[in-house]
T-cell receptor, first 115, second 114 residues
Framework: DTGVSQDPRHKITKRGQNVTFRCDPI?????LYWYRQTLGQGPEFLTY????????KSRLLSDRFSAERPKGSFSTLEIQRTEQGDSAMYLC?????????????FGAGTRLSVL | AQSVTQLGSHVSVSEGALVLLRCNYS??????LFWYVQYPNQGLQLLLK??????LVKGINGFEAEFKKSETSFHLTKPSAHMSDAAEYFC????????????FGAGTRLFVKA
């Protein structure tokens, strides 16, 4: 069990550029979640997948954001035409829902800075 | 709709003193409740969870929390603070029926003085 892995750990980009983050969940976890965390706040839910199906998207996830989990394993989160307000920590988590207790295991996050 | 309120954005205690971090929740269904800890530049680590079994829940690193339905509270305690406990702590709630979405509080930063 290697835990949830996120890449890159840090990303600095200029406003208007596109960025893509990757998340590798704990193997055999069928649920994968993306959260956004801004300074001084708790994580805010963005979207989640059960296997390859994206089952819910938060209103926080504007049209510039897209997430995929093509084979039900790793996931990518893309932000197009980044804005300064997108600067945040993007956290990925995974869980195994057989027990329905929804215990989520988090990665270390990707910190995005938009200049 | 579910929500979580953490009372106090900052808490400061002396090493060896009692730690008490307060959390109140709102949920229309039986909740699952969690406490997570976050160290600088790291992800969140699960401290403990309440999932409708015993109301007093013991977690890692000597932390425990008590679920009080009548008070809609889930406060986190530790009898004796260590310097290594200094971190950000988040209370979270998700639906008790296997809900997929977890709602987090704004967090409480714990400072431990020598």
């Amino acid at each position: 069990d290697t835990g949830v892995s996120q890449d890159p750990r840090h990303k600095i980009t200029k406003r208007g550029q596109n960025v893509t983050f990757r998340c590798d969940p704990i193997s055999e976890h069928n649920r994968l979640y993306w959260y956004r965390q801004t300074l001084g706040q708790g994580p805010e839910f963005l979207t989640y997948f059960q296997n390859e199906a994206q089952l819910e998207k938060s209103r926080l996830l504007s049209d510039r954001f897209s997430a995929e989990r093509p084979k039900g394993s790793f996931s990518t989160l893309e932000i197009q035409r980044t804005e300064q307000g997108d600067s945040a920590m993007y956290l990925c988590a995974s869980s195994f829902d057989a027990t329905a207790k929804n215990i989520q295991y988090f990665g270390a996050g990707t910190r995005l800075s938009v200049l | 709709a579910q929500s979580v309120t953490q009372l106090g954005s900052h808490v400061s205690v002396s090493e060896g003193a009692l730690v008490l971090l307060r959390c109140n929740y709102s949920s229309s269904v039986p909740p699952y409740l969690f406490w997570y800890v976050q160290y600088p530049n790291q992800g969140l680590q699960l401290l403990l969870k309440y999932t409708s079994a015993a109301t007093l829940v013991k977690g890692i690193n000597g932390f425990e929390a008590e679920f009080k339905k009548s008070e809609t509270s889930f406060h986190l305690t530790k009898p004796s603070a260590h310097m290594s406990d200094a971190a950000e702590y988040f209370c979270a709630v998700s639906e008790g029926t296997g809900g997929f979405k977890t709602i987090f509080g704004a967090g409480t930063r714990l400072f431990v003085k020598a």
